[in-house]
C-alpha cells in the first residue's frame, strides 16, 4: 500500500505554479463530448479524477492524447451514450456527461455515481432540471436513462445553487434551440470557465458568475485550443501549509479574487498575505492566531473543499475556533485521524470545535477523503516527529504529486510503496 511519510517541522520557502483547476478540466472534459471537432486543452494536471474522466471519454469512443500537459480530445469518433457503473462509480462527476451527451445524442445511459466518501451526494437537482428541459428521466437498476427528444427551452430555478447541477443543465442546454435561463445559479469561478470554454466552441452562454445564467441554443460547436484557470483550492492549500508551518511562499497563476474568504480568514492569523497580478505570497513566522468562527458556504463563501485544511490550521493555532460545515453533511472524518495526532477537537453535527495546542505530534493515520486527506499532511508538516498517512489514493484525486511540490519547498516528505 502507497503511504506518506513525513518528518514535521520544517519551515516551508520557494515558488510553485499552481496547476489547473480539477473543478475545471472535469466539466471541460465532459463538455468536449458536444463538439465533433478536436480540442486542445492547456495544463493538463493529471490527477487521477481527470484521468478517470479521460477514461469514459474513450469508453465512449472518443480519442485522447496526451503530449506533456497538452490533452488532445477527439470526440468525432464517439458512438456510445452508456456509462457503466464500474467507469461512473470511479469518479463522481461522470454525472456530468449526462448533460453532455443530451446535447449531442438527445440520450444518455449513466450508471449512478452514488454517495461518497463526504456524503450521500443527491443528484435530485440535476435530474429536476432535465425534467424541466423536457427530458424524460428513469431511474431503475442503478442506471438513470434520459431521452430527450422531446426537449425544450425553460427557466430552471434551482433549490440550491449546485455546483454540478448548474454545470449539468448549462451542457444539456447549448445546443437547443431557443434561450434557456439557470436561476440561482451556483457562482464558482469553474462555472465561469465552462461558459468560457463553451464560448470558445462557439456556444452562448451569458451570466456565468452571477445566479442567472442564460444560454442561447446554437446548432453546433467547433474546436477550439482552451487553458483552464488554476486550482483555487489546491493554492488554498499550500497558503495555510505555510500559515502552518512559516516561512515565504510564492504561488504562481493563483488568482487572488478566487480566494477572497481564505485570504481574509488568513490575514487574520499573523500571516502576511502580497498579491501581485496572478501571484500570491505568503510569509508567516510565528504561531499563527485562532480566526473565531468560520462557516463554509457557496461562493464566494469559505468552500467546502478548504475547511478541513483550515480545521487543521485551527487546531495549532493560538485560541479556540469554532468551524460550521454547511455545505456536506459527512465532512469531518479527518477528525479522529487528527485527534491521534494530538489534536484538541469536539464535533457536534455540523460543528467543529477546536482548541489550539502548541504542538502536534507524528502518528500513523488514515486518509478518508480526498481534502480530509491533505489536511493530514498539513498537519504531519508541523507535527514533531514522523507521521505516516495511508490511503493516499484519496489525495491523488486532486493534487499531483503533492510530495514533489512540498518538497521543493523544503519539507521532509516521501511517498513509499509497502
Ligand atoms: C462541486 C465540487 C466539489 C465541491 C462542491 C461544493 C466538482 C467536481 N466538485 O461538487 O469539489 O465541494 O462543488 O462547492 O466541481 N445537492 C443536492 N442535490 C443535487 C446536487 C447537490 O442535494 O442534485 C447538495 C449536495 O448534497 C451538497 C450541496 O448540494 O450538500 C452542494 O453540492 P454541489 O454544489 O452540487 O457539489 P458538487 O457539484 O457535487
Known amino acids: 500500500m502507497t503511504k506518506l511519510i513525513i518528518q514535521g517541522g520544517r519551515k516551508l520557502s520557494g515558488e510553485l505554479e499552481v496547476t489547473a483547476a480539477k473543478n475545471?478540466?472535469?466539466?471541460?472534459?465532459?463538455?468536449c463530448l458536444l463538439c465533433e471537432e478536436k480540442i486542445e486543452l492547456h495544463n493538463y494536471p493529471y490527477y487521477s479524477d481527470t484521468e478517470s474522466m479521460c477514461e469514459i471519454i474513450t469508453s465512449l469512443g472518443g480519442r485522447i492524447e496526451k503530449e506533456g500537459s497538452v490533452l488532445t480530445v477527439d470526440p468525432s469518433s464517439l458512438f456510445s451514450w452508456k456509462i457503466e457503473s464500474?467507469?461512473?462509480?470511479?469518479?463522481?462527476?461522470?454525472?456530468?456527461?449526462?448533460?453532455?451527451?443530451?446535447?449531442?445524442?438527445?440520450?444518455?445511459?449513466v450508471a449512478y455515481p452514488g454517495g461518497c466518501e463526504i456524503g450521500a451526494r443527491p443528484i435530485d437537482i440535476h435530474l429536476a432540471g432535465f425534467r424541466k428541459l423536457g427530458v424524460r428521466v428513469e431511474e431503475k437498476h442503478g442506471y438513470i436513462y434520459c431521452n430527450a427528444e422531446k426537449m425544450h427551452p425553460a427557466s430552471i430555478m434551482l433549490d440550491f445553487p449546485s455546483v454540478g447541477a448548474t454545470e449539468s443543465?448549462?451542457?444539456?442546454?447549448?445546443?437547443?434551440?431557443?434561450?434557456?435561463?439557470?436561476?440561482?445559479?451556483?457562482?464558482?469561478?469553474?462555472?465561469?470557465?465552462l461558459q468560457d470554454f463553451l464560448n470558445a466552441m462557439g456556444a452562448d452562454v451569458r451570466g456565468a458568475g452571477s445566479s442567472e445564467i442564460i444560454i442561447s441554443g446554437v446548432k453546433k460547436l467547433r474546436g477550439c485550443s482552451f487553458t483552464p484557470i488554476a486550482d483555487r483550492i489546491i493554492a488554498g492549500t499550500y497558503i495555510i501549509a505555510t500559515a502552518m508551518c512559516g516561512g515565504d511562499v510564492?504561488?504562481?497563476?493563483?488568482?487572488?479574487?478566487?480566494l477572497r474568504a481564505l485570504i481574509d480568514k488568513i490575514d487574520k492569523s499573523a500571516c502576511m498575505i502580497e498579491v501581485k497580478n496572478d501571484k500570491i505570497r505568503v510569509k508567516s513566522d510565528a504561531r499563527p492566531i485562532a480566526v473565531g468562527k468560520m462557516e463554509t458556504s457557496v461562493y464566494p463563501g469559505l468552500p467546502t473543499d478548504l475547511q478541513a485544511q483550515l480545521l487543521a490550521l485551527a487546531t495549532i493555532s493560538e485560541g479556540s475556533s469554532m468551524i460550521v460545515e454547511n455545505v456536506f453533511e459527512s465532512r469531518f472524518k479527518h477528525v479522529p485521524e487528527l485527534i491521534k495526532m494530538g489534536a484538541d477537537v469536539h464535533v457536534k453535527d455540523r460543528v467543529a470545535f477546536v482548541r489550539g495546542v502548541k504542538h502536534l505530534y507524528g502518528a500513523s493515520v488514515s486518509g478518508m477523503d480526498l481534502r480530509g486527506t491533505a489536511s493530514l499532511v498539513l498537519a504531519g508538516?508541523?507535527?514533531?516527529?514522523?507521521?505516516?498517512i495511508s490511503n493516499v489514493h484519496h489525495i491523488d484525486r486532486g493534487y499531483k504529486n503533492i510530495e514533489i511540490e512540498l518538497s521543493k519547498l523544503g519539507a521532509d516528505i516521501k511517498r513509499i510503496d509497502d
Request: charged fraction near 20%.
Open 24 to 31: 475545471s478540466y472535469l466539466p471541460i472534459l465532459a463538455a
Open 86 to 109: 464500474e467507469l461512473a462509480s470511479k469518479v463522481r462527476s461522470s454525472i456530468f456527461t449526462l448533460g453532455a451527451l443530451l446535447g449531442r445524442f438527445k440520450r444518455a445511459h
Open 169 to 193: 443543465l448549462i451542457m444539456a442546454s447549448v445546443n437547443l434551440e431557443g434561450q434557456t435561463r439557470i436561476l440561482n445559479a451556483a457562482r464558482e469561478p469553474e462555472i465561469v470557465d
Open 250 to 258: 510564492l504561488l504562481n497563476g493563483a488568482k487572488a479574487e478566487h
Open 381 to 388: 508538516l508541523v507535527a514533531d516527529g514522523y507521521t505516516m
